[in-house]
């Protein structure tokens, strides 16, 4: 082997190795990565251990700021939410749901389902947020758990021509407005041949018309640990679903 294509073949390989690193290249990017590892602190204490992410937790000084003063606009990225987390640990105790599965996580957020399906052997994991600031949160939080993750800003929501195998849902129905439309276009998606797991801890606006309840499916419900039911007041469990 030349020199020049040993060069070669090492550059590939450092390229691969730092796929996710690769993934924040502009300036805006880089200065979100440095904020993000300034304001947050890596934890495991959730249902999750298995997945260290980049939180806002009481250790952190933005948790006892108010909105004026945090750096983030709406930080939704920074906290691991009840239906993330459950649907994230039914994907590590179930991984035939995603294995060899192409698989996309709608509003990802910190990416932890992301990383439970990758974790769980899916072939690719799409985590799409249209949060810029949650997408280079994704990519520190992949760098954190040494998995490889697809990450895009693009706007998928309510997109018909999705070719995933399985669509995750996390804690997503927090509007009647957003629930309406959802439920729609989940729905059609099943009914395209498409698995759908969507993870919720019974927030009011999880009510699928009458007509379309009956093909919503509980298939595990786990009771929340003690500082998610700090963090999120009124819940002390979450469940995952799917719609047959």
Known sequence: MSAQLKKTVHLLLLQKL???QLRYCTAKEKDYARKIKESTVVCSNHLTPEI??????????LWYSTSDECEFEDPFWAFYWPGG???SRFLLDNQNQVNKKKVLDIGSGSAACSIA??????????????????????TLNAQLNNVKLEISSDNFLFSEGLQYDVIIIGDMFYSKELADVLWKWLFKLCDKGQTILIGDPGRHCFQPDQNLQKRLIKLKEYNLTENCCLENRGFSTASVWTIN
Request: hydrophobic letters at 50%.
């Open 52 to 61: 260290k992410l980049h939180l806002i937790t009481e250790q952190c000084k």
């Open 18 to 20: 730092n796929y996710n």
């Open 85 to 87: 987390q459950v649907i």
């Open 117 to 138: 399906a990758a974790m769980a052997g899916a072939n690719t994991v799409t985590a799409n947020d249209i949060d810029l600031v949650a997408c280079v949160a994704a």
